[in-house]
């Protein structure tokens, strides 16, 4: 039986998801699908728009069978951190293949650049154009010679680096993406959650593109703005202590943070080039959330948090479970962990922000389980 990881933010899940997913159905009959998903936040720096709770109903309703939580340390940083925690997690699950959308789909190419980039050269390469001010995509295109910087592809390649660097008996295996993540395009069934996210911003209906009942679950659409201004201003003598508020790009912020009217004239106001919109975009999260750089004293695995599972993800844990090194827990109780402590902090500030007090409760109550 194969046992098949699947990294993901589902912000929301899409038609696209669940091709992916069918499409690792149709290679790999016989197999346990496990999805490392993040939680309230996301490595691209959007708040998501469907709960942790409800994104794992989706999941076990689509042939999922065990959803884990990628911690919000993990989840809201640079695509490098993103990849240590999950795939850490990932093998101490014993997963034996990774399946991911990749829009250049050449596992051979990804491998090599990723021995590449593992090389003294290739980090002195990065420096280098990092200097020069190209943003960190950019600096991977260059360094590489190959042109990776699109999003899929750059975390497949920080996958295959992990497996790498840590001797993971992990296999990466690549599935076409059938769309592009940046698109806004909304003529087919199949668009990417970019594209959801904006037709939700603008009040249009998405049902075409989700594969669920988007009346049965919540789906928040806040507007950060306001706290935001008000967390710059309030804390614009320690902004440079919030983790990714580097480079002087504090006094940038509160030079421009009251000429702003909204949060997408602020980006412009505060971008340059070195800077991607989802760098900018985890530095916001990370200051409303206020994020220290000095938080984690401990960034390794250090426990393994089960948001749901089916019967058939219940057997494989039990079997599992007696070899695996680090604690499975479901939620907070008799734990003292710096990264479950933040992650409970974040759930309370998300609760605030979507305005939906009941997540505490859900937050405290433990996984879903779909018999």
Not at 43 to 49: C, D, K, L, Y
Not at 231 to 254: P, Q
Not at 276 to 304: A, C, G, L, P, W
Request: glycine share 4%.
């Amino acid at each position: 039986m194969e046992v098949i990881g699947i990294i993901a933010e589902y912000n929301p899940f899409t038609n696209g998801h669940l091709y992916h997913i069918k499409k690792i159905k149709e290679m790999y009959n016989d197999s346990i699908i496990i999805a490392v998903i993040s939680s309230s936040f996301t490595q691209r720096g959007n708040i998501s728009i469907i709960n942790k709770w409800d994104k794992t109903k989706i999941c076990l309703e689509n042939d999922i069978d065990l959803v884990i939580e990628l911690p919000y340390f993990y989840s809201s940083q640079s695509a490098d951190i993103f990849s240590y925690g999950a795939l850490a997690i990932l093998n101490y699950l014993k997963v034996n293949k990774i399946v991911f959308g990749s829009e250049l789909n050449d596992i051979k190419k990804l491998y090599n650049d990723a021995r590449v980039s593992l090389s003294n050269e290739y980090d002195t390469s990065i420096k280098k154009y990092l200097n020069e001010g190209y943003n960190y995509p950019s600096c991977i295109s260059l360094a590489t010679k190959l042109n990776i910087n699109t999003p899929n592809d750059i975390l497949g390649l920080t996958y295959i680096k992990e497996i790498i660097k840590n001797n993971y008996n992990i296999t990466p295996v690549s599935i076409k993406r059938t769309n592009d993540f940046h698109s806004t395009n909304v003529d087919s069934n199949i668009i990417s959650a970019t594209a959801i996210r904006n037709l939700l911003k603008n009040n249009k209906d998405i049902s075409k593109y989700v594969p669920f009942d988007i009346n049965k679950y919540k789906i928040y659409n806040p507007d950060i703005f306001k706290i935001l201004k008000y967390k710059i201003n309030s804390d614009r003598n320690i902004l440079n202590t919030f983790r990714t508020v580097d480079e002087g790009i504090d006094n940038r912020l509160i030079k421009y943070i009251n000429k702003a009217s909204s949060i997408e004239e602020f980006i412009k106001l505060i971008k340059t080039k070195r800077y991607t919109y989802n760098k900018i975009n985890r530095m916001f999260i990370h200051i409303i959330t206020s994020f220290q750089k000095s938080e984690i004293t401990n960034d390794k695995v250090s426990y393994i948090r089960i948001l749901g599972f089916n019967k058939k993800g219940k057997n494989y844990l039990n079997a599992i479970k007696k070899d695996i090194s680090i604690p499975l827990i479901t939620g907070y109780k008799n734990i003292n962990n710096e990264m479950l402590n933040l992650e409970y902090r974040v759930t309370l500030i998300y609760s605030i922000l979507v305005n939906d007090e009941s997540l505490i409760e859900k937050e405290l109550k433990g996984p879903i389980k779909d018999f």
